[in-house]
């Protein structure tokens, strides 16, 4: 692992009177306005911009006005799952008489809206479609929806493929031809933003005339989940996003179940983090859809009902922490298979398979494995009907779900399907085909990357001088944010004199640390250590790359060092 600085432009911005250190931060985050930092909704990017959104609010308000029946189609994921409430809820506050969701199990039907997920929705007989995080390559599901006599609105942030569906509206910030300037949105955030448009419609309509709009900015909380969860970048855009759902949050008016879930995680929503939607919220989530059915988790975020609300928080609690263990498990099996592989001749692109992988948790997989060895990574699981389904996780300056579409387009005969973004594609093959397929992988991965790009890197913000470990910084930097994709917290680093270690948990080291001058003592903590490395009573200095940290215990704070990678010196 290298640890490299973080590019700085030349200048540094004006961005208003911060301390250096921020300006530095922020600048060598892309920020080149003091605007940028502007986290008011006021800033939010105008939905004129986004193609489709006009045709998409006709149908809308047509369906409010006929009190049609509005069949919401989601994903089974963190993003889908708050999409689909955010959707739901907003469209009753709007108006909607009859409106309710659908998230195909992933198990029987696969993602998106396929024909046999449309031959499911005709049983609620609705008479508008709307998807949520998924539609953009739903080709022939809005095809059988449309021969079923059914209006489809797309919603999506997905990249398309050659061939865009036939839907009625499609509203995709991704979609070719459209101007909307930030790309990043999530499934969620584009939903709001429909919802946004739909309001200013019915208000220009003078249907708040007599009467206060409704008040969608309290779905806040649920975007800035589902935007951290789906890891999409944070943009200035999505950090206005993210920002003033966090507000909400803290400020004690989440929805019950999102609550629920902190309660059950013991987290205190006062002090809650974009790194808590993302490492805490989430995976919670998840876990129903992964494990089994993402209604659960939908319904808890729907949920009026403190206590019952609790009680599927809980539920979600117990299928994450069975989804830990299944991924341990796999993760042992997978490094079993690589144990005797020389890293020199290691695959440039990792596939990896086995018949008993559990396909809910195959992307987790590939994330840790990708971490592990910093090379683009797919985990696949069966299928049956003899197909294996994969998940792709890539590294930084590898484009996975293009790097798919050169090796289809080369193999024709290889992958039956497949679609995704940058950092984390999904596909589906015949077992026949794997070991092709992975052969046809690396290749592509070799015409793309050097060896040294399959080196880990941690990019630093430099070192911290002794008087900077103080609370007041900390403070500071975590109120910054919200950090996340493309916005990374800052990371910094140095050398430290290890005085303490000791293991806490199964695999979590607490370190007792001093300065390089030896004048200030500080705590750390470094997460998922290897075992077989640390502790190690015959280090006595490290050198660290670490974020400054507020701990709290029993109502106390002091600075703690979030340990990213630690070395001996």
């Not at 997905?158 to 300037?181: K, M, R, V, Y």
């Not at 309509?205 to 969860?229: F, K, W």
């Not at 992988?357 to 992307?363: F, S």
Request: glycine share 8%; charged share 25%.
């Amino acid at each position: 692992m290298r640890i490299e600085p973080r590019p700085l432009p030349a200048t540094l911005p004006f961005l208003g009177n911060l301390p250096p250190l921020l300006t530095r931060l922020y600048a060598a985050r892309g920020v080149q306005s003091e605007a940028e930092l502007d986290k008011s909704l006021a800033r939010l990017l105008p939905y004129q911009q986004l193609k489709g959104i006009e045709a998409g609010v006709d149908l809308l308000v047509a369906a409010i006005d006929q009190r049609q029946r509005i069949l919401i189609v989601g994903d089974f994921d963190a993003d889908g799952a708050t999409a689909s409430t955010v959707g739901v809820l907003g469209l009753r506050l709007l108006g909607a008489a009859h409106v309710d969701y659908l998230v195909p199990n992933r198990f029987e039907y696969g993602y998106g809206l396929t024909p046999e997920i449309v031959e499911v929705a005709l049983q609620r007989q609705p008479q508008l479609l709307i998807t949520v995080d998924n539609g953009i390559s739903s080709v022939d599901g809005v095809a059988a929806a449309k021969a079923a006599g059914l209006k489809v609105l797309v919603t999506d942030h997905h990249l398309p493929g050659e061939q865009l569906p036939d839907a009625d509206a499609i509203i995709n910030p991704n979609q070719p031809g459209c101007s909307f300037p930030s790309k990043a949105l999530a499934g969620v955030g584009v939903i709001f933003y429909v919802l946004m448009a739909l309001r200013a419609r019915l208000r220009s309509l003078g249907r708040y005339a007599t009467q206060p709009q409704p008040n969608i900015g309290e779905l806040l909380d649920l975007v800035a989940l589902g935007s951290v969860a789906d890891v999409v970048p944070l943009d200035a855009n999505n950090r206005i996003l993210v920002h003033q759902g966090l507000e909400r949050i803290r400020a004690g008016r989440a929805r019950p179940g999102l609550k629920a879930i902190l309660e059950v995680a013991r987290r205190d929503h006062r002090r809650i983090t974009s790194t808590d939607l993302g490492f805490i919220l989430g995976p919670r989530l998840n876990a129903a859809g992964r494990l089994d059915d993402m209604s659960l988790g939908i319904e808890c975020l729907l949920c009026e009902d403190p206590a019952l609300a609790q009680d599927m928080a809980q539920q979600l609690d117990d299928l994450n922490q069975d989804r830990k263990s299944i991924e341990q498990g796999m993760q042992r099996e997978a490094l079993a298979q690589l144990k005797d592989l020389p890293v020199e001749s290691m695959p440039y692109g990792l596939c990896l398979f086995d018949a008993d992988w559990h396909q809910g948790v195959i992307g987790i997989l590939a994330s840790r494995l990708k971490e592990r060895y910093h090379r683009p990574t797919i985990a696949f699981a069966d299928a049956g009907a003899g197909m294996l389904k994969g998940s792709a996780r890539s590294v930084p300056g590898f484009h996975i779900r293009d790097a798919l579409d050169a090796v289809a387009a080369r193999h024709p005969q290889l992958i039956s399907k497949f679609g995704g973004h940058a950092m984390a594609a999904g596909l589906s093959l015949p077992e026949a085909n794997f070991p092709a397929f992975a052969e046809a992988f690396d290749e592509e991965v070799r015409r793309q990357l050097r060896e040294d790009d399959l080196t880990g890197r941690l990019l630093s913000d430099g070192s911290l001088a002794v008087e900077e470990f103080h609370l007041d910084l900390a403070k500071a930097l975590r109120n910054a944010g919200p950090w996340g994709q493309h916005f990374p917290e800052p990371l910094f680093h140095g050398v430290f004199q290890l005085v303490e270690q000791r293991v806490v948990g199964e695999r979590h080291l607490k370190v007792v640390l001093k300065s390089e001058c030896g004048s200030v003592r500080l705590d750390g903590i470094a997460f998922g250590i290897d075992r077989d490395v640390w502790p190690n009573p015959t280090v006595r200095w490290v050198e660290l790359a670490y974020k400054l940290d507020v701990n709290e215990f029993r109502g106390n704070e002091s600075v703690q060092l979030m340990i990213a990678h630690m070395e001996p010196r």
